[in-house]
């Protein structure tokens, strides 16, 4: 029988989707995705990949669906032998009833928070609301995720000097235009977020964001730039399932992983593949 001889896999972004619980507005736009994602099949695969334990990303459901979603994670969470150590909820720091929010938030299931910042006007982010309450994520010791295109990474850098004490985690490697072959652009503006001591960057399912035929030398470059930018102990690793599934299998994206972290040590490797989401969130 074979066995999986690496460190162990901690998937800090699964996305699950229940069309029958939630609502999610932006689904049909998109069509191979367009449908349940369902928290056994990925277990299933996971078993096979090593993936010991997983974080649930919020799925920009519609606002009135957050908390149910929530409550879903929670209810997955208990289940017997489940992988599931907690949830990115998603969150509306733009609001005046944030904070009143986070303080009823069930801290057991919640460990971080996102707001998708691609899908609002840019200047969403750069409100003096928005910064207070994200500034209320260091107090309540809450790490908040960035999703943000290439374009917007100055956007990115100017939220998180805005919120010194606030731990934020990059998504995606911020999410280079793999397609649009502007390395240059997204690796000096990827080397200057990486000098905030207070950001993290997530190795995250970049196969979606390049061609449909990409190889591990397509991707290699994205790759090394974030690992040698942000180092080893500031890299966390998320699936990104299912947007993974677009241009890759989650298999692949595993494998794909492994071989362009061979060249680490084993302490590095262990670190980005689940030591760093260990000290991040639980």
Not at 15 to 34: E, F, K, N, Q, T
Not at 72 to 94: K, T, V, Y
Not at 128 to 135: D, I, K, P, Q, T
Not at 232 to 238: D, F, I
Request: with cysteine; net charge negative.
């Amino acid at each position: 029988m074979l066995t999986y001889g690496g460190p162990m896999i901690f998937d800090t972004h699964l996305h699950l989707i229940d069309r029958s619980r939630l609502s999610y507005p932006w689904l049909a736009s998109l069509p191979p995705l367009d449908r349940d994602w369902d928290f056994a099949s990925y277990c299933a695969t996971a078993a096979r990949l090593g993936i010991t334990d997983v974080l649930h990303m919020e799925v920009d459901v519609a606002e009135a669906d957050i908390d149910a979603e929530t409550a879903w994670i929670a209810d997955l969470m208990a289940q017997p032998g489940s992988l599931l150590r907690g949830a990115i909820s998603a969150a509306r720091p733009e609001s005046p009833g944030f904070a009143d929010w986070l303080d009823r938030l069930d801290r057991r299931v919640v460990k971080g928070i996102r707001r998708v910042l691609h899908v609002v006007p840019d200047e969403v982010s750069q409100t003096a609301l928005f910064r207070e309450n994200v500034r209320r994520l260091g107090t309540a010791g809450l790490p908040f995720d960035i999703c943000m295109l290439q374009r917007q990474l100055p956007l990115a850098t100017d939220l998180v000097d805005a919120c010194p004490d606030t731990t934020f985690i990059l998504d995606h490697c911020g999410v280079p235009d793999i397609v649009g072959g502007n390395f240059d652009g997204w690796a000096a503006r990827i080397t200057n977020l990486a000098r905030r001591d207070n950001l993290h960057v997530k190795l995250s399912g970049i196969t979606a964001y390049g061609p449909a035929d990409w190889t591990a030398d397509t991707l290699r470059p994205y790759v090394q730039h974030v690992i040698e930018t942000f180092g080893p102990a500031r890299v966390v690793w998320g699936s990104d399932s299912p947007v993974c599934t677009l241009h890759s299998s989650l298999a692949e994206w595993v494998a794909l992983t492994q071989l362009l972290l061979a060249g680490q040590t084993a302490e590095d490797r262990s670190a980005i593949l689940q030591g760093n989401a260990r000290r991040l969130w639980l």
